[in-house]
């Protein structure tokens, strides 16, 4: 354990200083939208709202839990950039995308979306104390309260207009079913929502987040398979065949982290058996010996091995032995972190791989980083992992 604490140290600041010096906009401000696989730029890739929040995010835990000046500087470049160019200030909220010169692109408001800046407005008022971050995460919270929950079916739904009217295509992505309602984005409307109480707790904020839980239990969540449902129509039918191996064990310790943040004992509790399903459905079907598959869909298995699902099952694994105690998921996390070391991290032109195929070989020719790809994941698996381990 003292040899990976070593190597996952290292390489933190290792993410971190590839963002700092590859990613950084001189010429128009904030950072680029893209690089591809072998770190060249490309310049003029739109500026994704969902990067930079996760971003802010990234930059303000590392200023937070290692306060170095570069960390700090960074943080601040995006939280300015964000609240500069990516917010409306006429209907509120954050745009999309923006054009590589900072105009916007596609102004729709995802919750997802909104969720990130959320996120990362929150984690940086938590890093450096700043009002402004904490006033218009709140305000934001407040957006999608007002505009995306569904009062009377419970959960959120997935997208508006600029002006916050139906929009007729509301996926998150081309991969994503046409739907209201996703997984995907109440986990990360919770994620958030969990962090911005650590900085402006409230009854009303406590209560969101207890809503969601309850959608998790009751609406998400499969009671059968013990796998997450992803795509669903307002009356929360189900409308995918799809396991997202990564999802699952992402939300296992996602779920118990909210329980905590809020003090709710007996959510926490509820929620220690199914979490502890979700991780153990994610090693009985999605394990490969040393790390896990991308997903199942219509019960054929993806067996690409992509970098945030990898990321996100050292946490899940780390935080199961956390409430079991049980060794057997620290000795699986060695093993993952070791596949990442030894096929995931690019130590030729930096940061991590997007995938590679079942054998662990580099066959594609994904971005490095852009607007899906970016030091959330990777550096979020390190700083947690670090936190469970120093703590117990």
Same mark, same amino acid.
């Given at each position: @354990?003292q040899?990976?604490?070593?190597? @996952? +140290?290292a390489?933190?600041?290792?993410?971190?200083?590839?963002?700092?010096? /590859?990613m950084?906009?001189?010429?128009?401000?904030?950072f680029?939208?893209?690089?591809?696989?072998?770190?060249?730029?490309?310049?003029?890739?739109?500026?994704?709202?969902?990067?930079?929040?996760?971003?802010?995010?990234?930059?303000?835990?590392?200023?937070r839990?290692?306060?170095? =000046?570069e960390?700090?500087?960074?943080?601040d470049?995006?939280?300015?950039?964000?609240?500069?160019?990516?917010?409306?200030?006429?209907?509120?909220g954050?745009?999309?995308?923006?054009n590589?010169?900072?105009?916007?692109l596609?102004?729709?408001?995802?919750a997802?979306?909104?969720?990130?800046?959320?996120?990362?407005?929150?984690?940086?008022?938590?890093? +450096?104390?700043?009002?402004?971050?904490?006033?218009i995460a709140?305000? +934001?919270?407040?957006?999608?309260?007002?505009?995306?929950?569904?009062?009377?079916?419970?959960?959120?739904? &997935?997208?508006?207009?600029?002006?916050? +009217?139906?929009?007729?295509?509301?996926?998150?992505s081309?991969k994503?079913?046409?739907?209201?309602?996703? @997984?995907?984005?109440?986990?990360?409307?919770?994620e958030?929502?969990?962090?911005?109480?650590?900085?402006?707790?409230?009854? &009303?904020?406590k209560?969101?987040?207890?809503?969601?839980? /309850?959608?998790?239990?009751?609406?998400?969540?499969?009671?059968?398979?013990?796998?997450?449902?992803?795509?669903?129509?307002?009356?929360?039918?189900?409308?995918?065949?799809?396991?997202?191996?990564?999802?699952?064990?992402?939300?296992?310790w996602?779920?118990?982290?909210?329980?905590?943040?809020?003090?709710?004992?007996?959510?926490?509790?509820?929620?220690? =058996?199914?979490?502890k399903r979700?991780?153990?459905?994610?090693?009985?079907?999605?394990?490969?010996?040393d790390?896990?598959?991308?997903?199942?869909?219509?019960?054929?298995?993806d067996?690409?091995?992509?970098?945030?699902?990898?990321?996100?099952?050292?946490?899940?694994?780390?935080d199961?032995?956390r409430?079991?105690?049980? &060794?057997?998921?620290?000795?699986? @996390?060695?093993?993952?972190?070791r596949?990442i070391?030894?096929?995931?991290?690019?130590?030729?032109?930096?940061?991590?791989?997007?995938?590679?195929?079942? /054998?662990?070989?580099d066959?594609?020719?994904?971005?490095?980083?852009?607007?899906?790809?970016?030091?959330?994941?990777?550096?979020?698996?390190?700083?947690?992992?670090?936190?469970?381990?120093?703590?117990?």
């Amino acid at each position: @354990m003292q040899q990976i604490k070593s190597e @996952m +140290t290292a390489e933190y600041d290792r993410i971190m200083q590839y963002w700092i010096s /590859q990613m950084q906009d001189e010429e128009r401000g904030g950072f680029y939208g893209e690089r591809d696989k072998f770190n060249n730029l490309v310049p003029d890739a739109p500026k994704g709202g969902i990067l930079n929040g996760r971003m802010l995010w990234t930059f303000s835990t590392a200023t937070r839990l290692f306060g170095k =000046p570069e960390y700090r500087k960074a943080a601040d470049r995006v939280f300015e950039y964000l609240c500069k160019y990516f917010y409306d200030a006429k209907n509120g909220g954050f745009y999309w995308s923006l054009n590589a010169d900072g105009t916007p692109l596609d102004t729709k408001k995802q919750a997802y979306a909104l969720g990130f800046c959320i996120y990362g407005l929150s984690e940086y008022a938590r890093a +450096t104390g700043n009002k402004k971050a904490v006033d218009i995460a709140v305000e +934001t919270y407040h957006l999608i309260e007002k505009h995306f929950r569904d009062r009377q079916r419970g959960g959120y739904i &997935e997208a508006l207009a600029a002006d916050w +009217t139906p929009l007729a295509d509301v996926r998150l992505s081309e991969k994503d079913e046409n739907t209201p309602k996703s @997984m995907n984005t109440h986990l990360h409307i919770i994620e958030p929502y969990a962090n911005l109480y650590r900085v402006a707790p409230s009854a &009303e904020l406590k209560e969101s987040i207890e809503h969601l839980l /309850q959608i998790f239990t009751e609406k998400i969540i499969d009671a059968h398979t013990g796998h997450f449902n992803l795509f669903f129509d307002m009356d929360w039918a189900v409308k995918s065949k799809i396991d997202s191996y990564g999802h699952d064990i992402e939300g296992a310790w996602l779920l118990i982290e909210a329980a905590e943040v809020i003090g709710s004992e007996a959510w926490v509790e509820a929620l220690r =058996p199914i979490c502890k399903r979700l991780t153990d459905i994610t090693l009985a079907e999605g394990w490969d010996g040393d790390s896990i598959f991308y997903e199942k869909v219509n019960g054929v298995v993806d067996t690409d091995k992509h970098w945030w699902p990898q990321a996100e099952t050292l946490v899940g694994l780390t935080d199961t032995w956390r409430l079991t105690g049980d &060794e057997e998921y620290l000795r699986k @996390m060695t093993l993952v972190w070791r596949f990442i070391s030894e096929k995931l991290i690019d130590r030729e032109y930096g940061e991590w791989l997007w995938r590679v195929d079942k /054998q662990g070989r580099d066959v594609y020719n994904d971005c490095k980083a852009g607007f899906w790809k970016c030091p959330y994941h990777n550096s979020r698996a390190i700083a947690e992992v670090l936190e469970r381990i120093k703590s117990l």
